[in-house]
């Protein structure tokens, strides 16, 4: 059985879990659109979804063209459904805020690919991370 720390496990009515799933959101066409203020707007988004979603955010970081993300995800909630979530919300509610900003980086309105990564390692290593990043063909 393992440890339970209150730091690891969360706990609910009738679960007991520790599930984190590593993210990487792409922008579309790898636009460099992501500023220092948009990134802080996104981070709040992600993190406010995810609690809405019975979920939390551990880990954010970002660069002008991606997000990574480590979230302890609810047993119940899928994690195609969080990430459908995830970028719908926050292209809304960025594209209606940095419209002005945004609008010349965009094609028909779209902010993110519609690629994702999505990793339940523990550890998840940098080089996959990486290599997701420089793939030569993104499914957009």
Known sequence: MPKLSSKEWRKSRKY?????IHFVFLTKHRGNILTEE???RLEAIF?????KMKCEVLKFEGKSD???LLVSIHPTVSISVLSGKLKGTSSHLLLKQFETQLKDHLLNKH???SSYMAVS???????S????????K???
């Open 47 to 51: 993190r406010n979804t995810c609690k």
């Open 66 to 68: 991606y997000v990574h």
């Open 16 to 20: 007991l879990f520790n599930n984190q």
């Open 138 to 140: 993104v499914m957009d």
């Open 38 to 40: 948009i990134l802080t």
């Open 129 to 136: 991370i990486q290599e997701f990043l420089t793939q030569d």
């Open 111 to 113: 902010f993110w690919a």
């Open 121 to 127: 390692e523990g550890n998840i290593i940098l080089e």
